[in-house]
C-alpha cells in the first residue's frame, strides 16, 4: 500500500488592523494673478493630477452658438503662441502627459495628468494653453467639423437621444439646460475661431479661476512652481457670474421617441431635486443607492433578477449646477433597457417597487448594505491623485466647503433607515416623474398608456 505523501502548507494570512481613513484635506493658497489654488500632498503618487476650474458656464454661451464653450475647451490642446498643434501633442507626450478638456453647465475643466518628474514641464504646457490658446482658423474648423460628425452618432445612441429629450422636456425652452451640452448642429455649425477668442477673452481668466494639485509633492516648491507657471498667466479681475436659478416641470407624462423595429426600449425616468447644499443630500444619496445604485438594489432585484426584463436598472442623482443659496439642482433618474414586448410590464413592476418603497420603506438589510458599499470602498475610490482632484475640483465648482466629502461619509454612517426611505420616496415620487422611451412606439405606445402614469405622446426619433 503506497503511503500518502503529506503536504505542509504556509499558515494562512490574517488581515492587519484597519487603519483610519479620512478624504484628504487640501491647502488653499492664492497666487499673485488671482488665481486660486488647491493642493494635496499624497506620498507615493507619482503621477500628478492638476484641474483648472474656469468660470465659463454653457449659459454664458452667445445666443445661437451653444457648443461654442466645447470647441474652445477642446481647442485648448490645439496649440500655443509657442507651439502648433502637432508640437505641442508631441510634448505632451514627451513629458508623459494627458490633457483634456470638457465644458458643462458650471463650467469649463481642464484635466492634466502628469509624473511628479515632469511635472515643472506639464505646468508650463498648461499655462501655455491658458494664457496664449492659438485658436487657429484651421484648428477650429476642425473641431466643429469633428463635432458636427458626434451628433448623429450621438441621436443614433439610445441612451444619448433619451437624455437629449429629458432636458428638453423637464427644462424651459429658454433655459440653456434644456439644449444639448455640446450644441446642435445648428449651433455648431456657426462657430468660428472669432468666436471661439471672443468667448474665450470674455470669460477665461486667473481671477476667476481655481486650480487643484494633488499627488506626490515631495522636494516640490510648489508655491514657486506654480508661480513661474500658471502664475505667467495675467486677465482682467471679474466677480464670478451669478447663478441663474433652476426650473423644470416634472409633471407626470410619458414621451415616446418612435424608433420603428427597436428590439429594445430605452428607459430614462428623472426630475428635478436637491443638490449637495440641500441637508437631506447624504439620505438621499443612501436611499436612491438602495433603490437602484447596485445589481442588489430593489430595481434590478426585481426586473433584471426576478422578471428578466433587463440586463440592469439603475438609479442615481447628478448634480447639474450647485449654488449656496439653494438655486442649484441635481437630476434624479432611473435609466435602463428592456426589450420592447415586455416594455409596458417592466413599467409597470417599476412603478410597484416605487409605491411599495412608499407604503412599506427600505429595510435595516438594504440600508446597512449601502452604507458598507459607499464608505467601505471610499479608500479604493480615491487610491489616485486624479480621483482626488476630481472630487475637490467638484467642491470647488459646487461651491461646498473643502471637508465636504470627508463630512459627508460621516453623514451617510449616522443616515438610518427612515431617513432614507422618506429621501428615496421624496426623489422619486411616482407621480412626479417624466418618462423618456426610446423605442418602438406602435408596439409599445398603447400598453404604456393603459399603466396611467401620465400623458403619452409620441416623437420623431430625428
Not at 470638457?102 to 506639464?122: F, I, M, N, W
Not at 443607492?289 to 438609479?315: H, I, M, N, Q, W
Not at 433618474?333 to 412608499?358: E, F, H, M
Request: glycine share 8%; proline share 6%.
Amino acid at each position: 500500500m503506497t503511503e500518502l505523501a503529506t503536504m505542509d502548507f504556509h499558515p494562512q494570512p490574517r488581515a492587519g488592523e484597519a487603519k483610519p481613513w479620512a478624504f484628504p484635506a487640501p491647502e488653499r493658497t492664492a497666487l499673485a494673478n488671482g488665481l486660486t489654488v488647491l493642493h494635496c500632498h499624497r506620498p507615493g503618487q507619482q503621477v500628478v493630477a492638476v484641474e483648472i476650474l474656469l468660470d465659463a458656464p454653457l449659459d454664458a454661451e452667445p445666443a445661437n452658438l451653444d457648443g461654442v464653450a466645447t470647441i474652445m475647451a477642446r481647442a485648448f490642446s490645439e496649440g500655443t503662441d509657442k507651439h502648433s498643434a502637432e508640437d505641442f501633442a508631441a510634448e505632451l507626450e514627451r513629458c508623459g502627459a494627458t490633457l483634456d478638456a470638457h465644458a458643462d453647465h458650471p463650467g469649463v475643466r481642464l484635466s492634466l495628468e502628469v509624473p511628479a518628474s515632469r511635472l515643472s514641464k506639464g505646468l508650463g504646457l498648461l499655462a501655455d494653453a491658458l494664457r496664449a490658446p492659438a485658436f487657429a482658423d484651421s484648428e477650429i474648423e476642425r473641431l466643429v467639423r469633428n463635432r458636427l460628425d458626434e451628433i448623429p452618432h450621438e441621436l443614433a445612441n439610445p441612451s444619448r437621444r433619451a437624455a437629449k429629450e429629458l432636458s428638453k422636456e423637464l427644462f424651459p425652452a429658454t433655459a440653456r439646460m434644456s439644449r444639448p451640452r455640446q450644441g446642435t448642429a445648428e449651433t455648431v455649425e456657426k462657430i468660428d475661431s472669432a468666436a471661439v477668442r471672443a468667448f474665450y477673452e470674455k470669460h477665461v481668466r486667473p481671477a476667476t479661476a481655481t486650480a487643484v494639485v494633488v499627488g506626490d509633492l515631495t522636494g516640490v516648491d510648489l508655491e514657486a512652481l506654480l508661480g513661474d507657471t500658471l502664475g505667467a498667466w495675467t486677465g482682467s479681475s471679474a466677480q464670478p457670474r451669478p447663478v441663474p436659478p433652476v426650473t423644470a416641470d416634472d409633471t407626470g407624462r410619458v414621451v415616446i421617441v418612435d424608433r420603428p423595429g427597436a428590439v429594445q426600449t430605452q428607459l430614462l425616468i428623472g426630475r428635478i431635486g436637491a443638490d449637495r447644499h440641500d441637508r437631506v443630500w447624504p439620505a438621499q444619496v443612501l436611499g436612491t443607492y438602495c433603490l437602484g445604485g447596485t445589481l442588489t438594489s430593489r430595481l434590478d432585484r426585481v426586473l433584471r433578477e426576478e422578471k428578466g426584463y433587463t440586463y440592469g436598472v439603475r438609479a442615481f442623482g447628478q448634480v447639474l449646477r450647485s449654488a449656496p443659496d439653494g438655486s442649484g439642482a441635481a437630476m434624479l433618474a432611473i435609466s435602463g433597457s428592456v426589450d420592447t414586448p415586455n416594455t409596458g410590464p417592466a413599467l409597470d413592476d417599476l412603478w410597484k417597487v416605487l409605491r411599495t418603497l412608499a407604503a412599506e420603506g427600505l429595510t435595516d438589510a438594504e440600508r446597512d448594505v449601502a452604507v458598507q458599499n459607499l464608505v467601505g470602498v471610499a479608500p479604493l475610490k480615491f487610491e489616485t491623485a486624479a480621483a482626488v482632484a476630481g472630487t475637490l475640483a467638484d467642491q470647488v465648482e459646487q461651491h461646498l466647503p473643502d471637508d465636504f466629502q470627508a463630512t459627508l461619509y460621516q453623514q451617510l454612517a449616522a443616515t438610518g433607515t427612515v431617513e432614507a426611505t422618506a429621501a428615496a420616496v421624496n426623489a422619486f415620487p411616482v407621480d412626479r416623474l417624466v418618462t423618456v422611451l426610446v423605442g418602438d412606439a406602435a408596439q409599445i405606445k398603447e400598453p404604456v398608456e393603459a399603466l396611467g402614469i401620465g400623458e403619452v405622446k409620441v416623437v420623431s426619433a430625428e
